[in-house]
């Protein structure tokens, strides 16, 4: 939470106004029992109309001072607490923007949109609350001890006694409730975490009809919670009856010491009322700070969790600028030596000891079994991931010594999922380059068999596109992401399975207007499918991790078993299809 409250030093002249205006309007809370005093003694005793108009007017103007006052803290309060918390999301979202691939598989989606939201908002609620609450109510607790002291001391030992009473009673239920609480919002998190997983995999749960399992599932957290916050409500719930007692046993004791003190004319009826009121704003101040308290935990706990996040490392470090003195000359564009891989430093290793040249402008297929190795095989080359053991070389060059532009900039790559972002066809394929024409795009579209597409749409490229593009099919939001990484005219294109949604004939043409293009560019098409790959200039043969082939499509079906196999099983399924 420490680290957080650095961003709070950018707003300092609020968070320091905010608590003083707020004990500006605590003072004059304070007075208004003396005035009310001043009514009745010497206002009604003399029966002093003008007077009781006059201290009236008092207490209305206080009250108008009092309410400007804490407008102003609530103003000052409120800005800087949103604005700190704007500036947390701001250097969060940032912050998840620099995380490699692999921590950001590690921590995972759904637990940082909660850190972002949330969370975010409980740290925000913290900070406004603290700013308003945590000098006043202390303030208003000690200053209306003190005015029963200038009132009467005898009368003030009461206070003496109540408030630490108090205070046991207000703080020992708190550090009951607080590991609670602490609990319920564990269980809370569990059961956002459920709900979001039902609510996106909703057709999936129907599909199979898992709608009573997950019901149950659901019903099963949902209860805990509801336990939970029964138990801790239950605890909380005796707070108001026990204090209320303490309270009224010292209102009590006021009267009746006031009383006696009143009948020796050592103090008057107005005072005895004065010190009554002090008494039920302490009660208020101390119920309002117990809250306070548990708004800290909540918001601290959460500000621990958003700290985290911002502790990640990204653990890949760039270069600012290429490091182009490490280059060697190489006639490969790239190249794969000794590499090995694994997601976690621990574990199975997802690819052995990988060696590959591939020459400019040549086509290379890869191909292997689910699980192969295929994706981790094309996401070492823009670094996506740092390789365990080995190096990755483009252009003559180790990946690493790349700066984050010049690398991406080189490759285009097209992701097994087609992800587009809400906004029009255009603007999703400037993703590429920033910098085309409609003209270079529509010549992307045509290479990536994706001009119907757009020229189905009304609008062209200005067609919006709803979010996450759903308004698209799996096919033709392929077809759109493989021009997008085309705009970019890229010295290398990946397209890693990025054709599976494609009917047969698409997926030929795309391959055959591919290849007539200019012939610099080095191109890896991860499929499953022979037919997709086996035009390739080399195919790569992927099992387990390990290379098992390499060669042209004849090469293989001569010498290498496990593609002779994938061959075959498509093969005859199609013979068989089409018999
Ligand atoms: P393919 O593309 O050939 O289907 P992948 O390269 O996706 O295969 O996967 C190779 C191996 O790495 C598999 O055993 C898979 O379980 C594992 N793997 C893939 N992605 C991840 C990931 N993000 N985290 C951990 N393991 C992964």
């Known amino acids: 939470m420490k680290k957080l409250l650095i961003y709070l030093k950018k707003y300092k002249k609020e968070s320091i106004l905010a608590p003083l205006f707020k004990m500006l309007e605590a ?83 759904s637990t940082l949109i909660t850190r972002m939201t949330s969370d975010m908002n409980q740290v925000q609620n913290g900070v406004n609350m603290v ?35 108090l205070s046991i009673v207000v703080f020992g239920i708190m550090m009951i409730s ?19 997983e039902n609510i996106t995999g909703v057709r999936v749960i129907r599909a199979f009809h898992q709608e009573s399992q997950e019901e149950e599932a659901f019903h099963e957290k949902n209860e805990w919670l509801t336990r939970l916050q029964l ?35 050592v103090i008057s009826q107005s005072e005895v009322v004065a010190l009554v009121n002090y008494m039920n704003q302490i009660l208020v101040e101390l119920v309002k700070f117990a809250n306070l308290i548990v708004t800290i935990t909540k918001a601290v706990a959460c500000g ?38 694994g997601y976690h430093a621990s574990g199975d290793h997802a690819l052995h000891n990988i060696n590959i040249q591939i020459k400019p402008g040549e086509t290379i297929g890869i191909i292997g079994g689910t699980g192969s190795g295929k994706s981790t095989f094309v996401n070492l080359i ?57 003209e270079e795009l529509m010549k992307a579209l045509k290479t990536a068999q994706a001009l ?24 033709q939001k392929q077809r759109l992401t493989i021009a997008r990484a085309l705009v970019r005219n890229p010295e290398i294109l990946i397209l890693d399975d990025s054709s599976s949604a494609l009917d047969y004939a698409t997926d030929a043409r795309l391959r055959k207007a591919l290849s007539e293009l200019d012939g610099t560019m080095t191109i890896l098409i ?21 290379i098992v082939g390499l060669g042209t499509h004849e090469e293989l079906l001569r010498s290498c078993e496990v593609y002779q196999e994938i061959y075959d099983s498509q093969f005859k399924k199609e013979v068989q299809a089409n018999g």
């Not at 700013?131 to 003190?146: D, H, T």
């Not at 992701?415 to 394929?429: C, H």
């Not at 991860?526 to 043969?541: E, G, K």
Request: aromatic fraction near 8%.
């Open 27 to 109: 003072s004059f809370e304070l007075l208004v029992p003396l005035v009310m005093a001043a009514i009745m003694d010497p206002g009604i005793a003399n029966q002093d109309l003008p007077y009781i108009w006059k201290m009236a007017g008092l207490l209305v103007l206080l009250a108008i001072v009092g309410l400007t006052t804490s407008l102003t803290a609530q103003y000052f309060a409120a800005k800087s607490a949103v604005s700190f918390a704007a500036d947390v999301k701001h250097a969060l979202f940032q912050h998840i923007q620099e995380l490699s691939f692999g921590t950001l598989d590690e921590v995972g989606t």
């Open 131 to 165: 700013l308003r609450l945590f000098l006043r109510s202390p303030f208003i607790v000690f200053g209306a001890m003190i005015m029963a002291f200038i009132i009467n001391w005898k009368a003030a030992l009461i206070f003496v006694v109540a408030i630490p009473l």
């Open 178 to 196: 607080i590991p609670m609480y602490r609990k319920v919002q564990e269980a809370l998190d569990q059961v956002l975490g459920i709900t979001r």
């Open 231 to 265: 138990t801790v409500g239950r605890v909380s719930a005796f707070m108001n009856p026990v204090t209320y007692i303490i309270v009224n046993a010292a209102v009590i004791a006021l009267l009746w010491s006031g009383a006696v003190q009143v009948d020796e004319n």
């Open 304 to 341: 621990n969790r958003v700290q985290s996040v911002l502790e990640l490392k990204a653990s890949q470090d760039y270069p600012e600028i290429t490091r182009e003195d490490e280059r060697e000359k190489s006639p490969y564009a790239v190249e794969f030596k000794n590499v090995s891989f």
């Open 382 to 438: 823009p670094r996506f991931y740092d390789v365990t053991e080995g190096s990755v070389y483009v252009d003559g060059l180790n990946v690493t010594a790349y700066s984050k532009e010049d690398l991406r900039r080189k490759i285009g790559i097209v992701m097994q999922k087609a992800v587009m972002f809400k906004g029009t066809i255009r603007e999703n394929l400037l993703w590429g380059n920033e910098n085309a024409t409609d």
């Open 452 to 475: 119907e597409v757009v020229e189905k749409k009304e609008l062209g490229l200005s067609e919006p596109l709803s979010q996450e593009a759903k308004n698209l099919s799996g096919g």
């Open 526 to 546: 991860v499929s499953q499918r022979t037919a997709s790959i086996q035009n390739a200039d080399r195919i790569l043969v992927l099992d387990d991790g390990c």
